[in-house]
């Protein structure tokens, strides 16, 4: 079965510092890997995807993030945090030929000015 | 990509009453999907809706409970049963779209239940 597992419920860092979110996935094929945001009283905005290939995906506002397949790790990256990243972040997975996706708990990021 | 939005944006209602969230779809859309989110958990997939079929739920979620409508392509409705406080969470309708078939996500309804 597929599951998401992100072990931070909480990060905090200071401004300009940088960030790892961490996150690992089961799945027994190939996944389709993804990281949203969501700020307070919001839905969730897509960050960045990963279907294949180069296995270092960029995405919006400066994040990044590194498909191992070895590790079954999805780590999300930015090299210099803004006050405004403060926000949680879901790491989810999707079965290739299934529509219905499984995210992780969240990590629930601060940043401090 | 497919903008959704949601109506009510949240809601409070008394124990053993129904309320109903409407979805809407900028453009038609195949599926739709449900979502509820407790206070900082994560998002847990409640049913698939299609068009003018019935929906399927995921384990732990019921029809009699969570009846869920979807007339056309752009639009559904999630009706919440005799809610009690334990349905007071954040309730999010998604769809895919896009080239790569991401999923989106509408704003969310919370919902109070006293």
């Known amino acids: 079965a597929q599951s998401v597992t992100q072990p931070d419920a909480r990060v905090t860092v200071s401004e300009g510092a940088s960030l790892q979110l961490r996150c690992k996935y089961s799945?027994?094929?190939?996944?389709?890997l993804f990281w949203y945001v969501q700020y307070p009283r919001q839905g969730l905005q897509l960050l960045l995807k990963?279907?294949?290939?180069?296995?270092v995906v960029q995405g919006v506002n400066g994040f990044e993030a590194e498909f191992i397949k070895s590790n079954s790790s999805f780590h999300l990256r930015k090299a210099s945090v803004h006050w405004s990243d403060s926000a949680v972040y879901f790491c989810?997975?999707?079965?290739?030929?299934?529509?219905?996706?499984?995210f992780g708990k969240g990590t629930s990021l601060t940043v401090i000015p | 990509s497919v903008l959704l939005y949601q109506k009510p944006n949240r809601d409070i209602c008394q124990s053993g009453t129904s309320l109903k969230i409407q979805c809407v779809a900028d453009s038609q859309v195949v599926s739709m999907f449900w979502y509820q989110q407790f206070q900082e958990q994560s998002l847990m997939l409640m049913a698939t809706a299609n068009e003018g079929s019935e929906a399927t739920y995921e384990s732990g979620f019921t029809k009699d409970k969570f009846p869920i409508s979807r007339p056309n392509l752009t639009f559904s409705t999630l009706t919440v049963n005799n809610a009690r406080p334990g349905d007071s969470s954040i309730y999010f309708c998604s769809s895919l779209g896009g080239a790569d078939a991401e999923q989106f996500f509408g704003p969310g309804t919370r919902l109070t239940v006293l």
């Open positions: 990963y279907y294949s290939g180069d296995p």
């Open positions: 799945y027994s094929g190939t996944p389709y």
């Open positions: 989810a997975v999707r079965n290739t030929g299934y529509q219905n996706f499984y």
